[in-house]
């Protein structure tokens, strides 16, 4: 099993820019790609961006040139700068954990969501 610990959500006004971490703890030996989802309220949860253990990068398109995803693999730990932030980035942000090619379809490992709230 894989842990996942997320923090950095909260509230910021449009424009601004927020910080997301998530700590992997467990056998980490299972899993090579690390990423972000998001669930706006009626939505579905949406792959936001993910990193390999190599640090290959990829974003949706809704976000890139905003969003940064990196890692630090001394701590285990993913990162998602979050910057030009939109009322519609509104949403939970999740953390996830798998293989690299399960990251983008269904993860095994989920953290326990952050909420991230960009006021207009």
């Known amino acids: 099993q894989v842990q996942l610990v997320e923090s950095g959500g909260g509230l910021v006004q449009a424009g601004g820019s927020l910080r997301l971490s998530c700590a992997a703890s467990g056998s980490l030996f299972s899993i090579d790609a690390m990423g972000w989802y998001r669930q706006a309220p009626g939505k579905q949860r949406e792959l936001v961006a993910h990193?390999?253990?190599?640090?290959?990068?990829n974003y949706a398109d809704a976000v890139k040139g905003r969003f940064t995803i990196s890692r630090d693999n001394a701590k285990n730990t993913v990162y998602l700068q979050m910057n030009s932030l939109q009322p519609e980035d509104t949403a939970v942000y999740y953390c996830?954990?798998?293989?690299?090619?399960?990251?983008?379809?269904?993860?095994?490992?989920w953290g326990q969501g952050t909420q991230v709230t960009v006021s207009s």
């Open positions: 996830a954990a798998d293989r690299v090619g399960r990251i983008g379809v269904l993860p095994r490992y």
């Open positions: 990193i390999t253990s190599g640090g290959s990068r």
